[in-house]
C-alpha cells in the first residue's frame, strides 16, 4: 500500500468527522466544532486531534499523524540474504564441540574390566 503524497489526496481517501473536543478550554471548546477525526477507508486507521482550538489546523496534525501511522503500517524489513558460513568459524564450531565431548568423556564412569 502505497501512501499518497499530498495532503488533498490522502484527505479524499478518508471520513472526516468533526465533533466538540470537551474537557479543559471554557466556552471557546464548548461551543466550536473543533475537534477532528479521520478515519482512513482503505485500512480502518482512525485518528483523533482535539488539541488546538481552531478545526484547521486540528485536521493538519491528524493528517500528519495519520501519514506516520500508514507509514508504519506499510513498513517491511529487508530481505534477509542467506550466507553461507566461513571456513574459520565452521572451525571454530568444531573445535568448541570436540571440547565438550572431551569433557563429558572424562565426568564417564570409569568402564569395570
Do not use: I
Not at 53 to 72: F, P, V
Amino acid at each position: 500500500m502505497d501512501v499518497p503524497k499530498t495532503d488533498e489526496e490522502l484527505l479524499a481517501q478518508c471520513d472526516v468527522q468533526t465533533f466538540r473536543a470537551g474537557g479543559k478550554g471554557g466556552q471557546s471548546v464548548n461551543t466550536t466544532d473543533s475537534a477532528v477525526r479521520l478515519v482512513h477507508r482503505p485500512t480502518g486507521v482512525a485518528v483523533v486531534c482535539r488539541r488546538e482550538r481552531s478545526q484547521h489546523l486540528n485536521k493538519r496534525r491528524c493528517l500528519k499523524t495519520l501519514r506516520r501511522r500508514l507509514e508504519r503500517l506499510a513498513w517491511k524489513p529487508a530481505e534477509r540474504v542467506p550466507t553461507e558460513p566461513s571456513a574459520a568459524s565452521l572451525r571454530r564450531r568444531r573445535e568448541s564441540k570436540e571440547r565438550q565431548a572431551a569433557k563429558k568423556r572424562m565426568r564417564r564412569a570409569p568402564a569395570e574390566d
